[in-house]
T-cell receptor, first 114, second 116 residues
Framework: KAGVTQTPRYLIKTRGQQVTLSCSPI?????VSWYQQTPGQGLQFLFE???????NKGNFPGRFSGRQFSNSRSEMNVSTLELGDSALYLC?????????????FGQGTRLTVV | AQTVTQSQPEMSVQEAETVTLSCTYD???????LFWYKQPPSRQMILVIR??????QNATENRFSVNFQKAAKSFSLKISDSQLGDTAMYFC?????????????FGKGTKLTVNP
């Protein structure tokens, strides 16, 4: 069974540009969550999607957005990039059939903003 | 607000020895889930062990076990017979329920180095 796949693995963008990251969950998983990982702030929750609906959003500015498609694949978009957006962006998927279900993570996308 | 604290930014252990990583958390919930995740240099977060708060028995997975003290809100990870492949960042996480969905609240992590 394929794991969570995130593309691209690495990305370099210039301040002011926008970027789209992609996440393909494990087959059968309908919940996709996104996390931002930085050395200073650690791992922070961005948002969670289930059946194409955003159910929860973390404390991030509106420049951060996402969506989920009918096949459960998800994208996140960051507009007007800032230097502080440089981070590892992790995607996690789960079945969510019951509370406490394990989340499976992808290898992340390393975004560098210059 | 739920918080997770890992007080040991870095630890090291000799191969084959035992090491314990500390984690404390704060919550007003009664039924919840706690996790330890491992993040090796490959960056992929891998679940090490999972504990359900209403279960008094400490979870174990091969060489990994936890000491779960609910009243003290403590959830430490013990790694026995440490192996070089255990070298990684270890994150303690609390699963917070938000209506119909869940999110993980992570600690800052402990960088564990296993020395030969």
């Amino acid at each position: 069974k394929a794991g969570v796949t995130q593309t691209p693995r690495y990305l370099i963008k210039t301040r002011g540009q926008q970027v789209t990251l992609s996440c393909s969950p494990i087959s059968g998983h309908r919940s996709v969550s996104w996390y931002q990982q930085t050395p200073g702030q650690g791992l922070q929750f961005l948002f969670e999607y289930f059946s194409e609906t955003q159910r929860n959003k973390g404390n991030f500015p509106g420049r951060f957005s996402g969506r989920q498609f009918s096949n459960s694949r998800s994208e996140m978009n960051v507009s007007t990039l800032e230097l502080g957006d440089s981070a590892l962006y992790l995607c996690a998927s789960s079945r969510l059939q019951q509370r406490g279900t394990e989340a499976f993570f992808g290898q992340g996308t390393r975004l560098t903003v210059v | 607000a739920q918080t997770v604290t890992q007080s040991q930014p870095e630890m090291s252990v000799q191969e084959a020895e035992t090491v314990t990583l500390s984690c404390t958390y704060d919550t007003s919930e009664n039924n919840y889930y706690l996790f330890w995740y491992k993040q090796p240099p490959s960056r992929q977060m891998i679940l090490v062990i999972r504990q359900e708060a209403y279960k008094q028995q400490n979870a174990t997975e091969n060489r990994f076990s936890v000491n779960f003290q609910k009243a003290a809100k403590s959830f430490s990870l013990k790694i026995s017979d440490s192996q070089l492949g255990d070298t990684a960042m270890y994150f303690c996480a609390f699963m917070k329920h938000l209506g119909g969905s869940e999110k993980l609240v992570f600690g800052k992590g402990t960088k564990l180095t296993v020395n030969p």
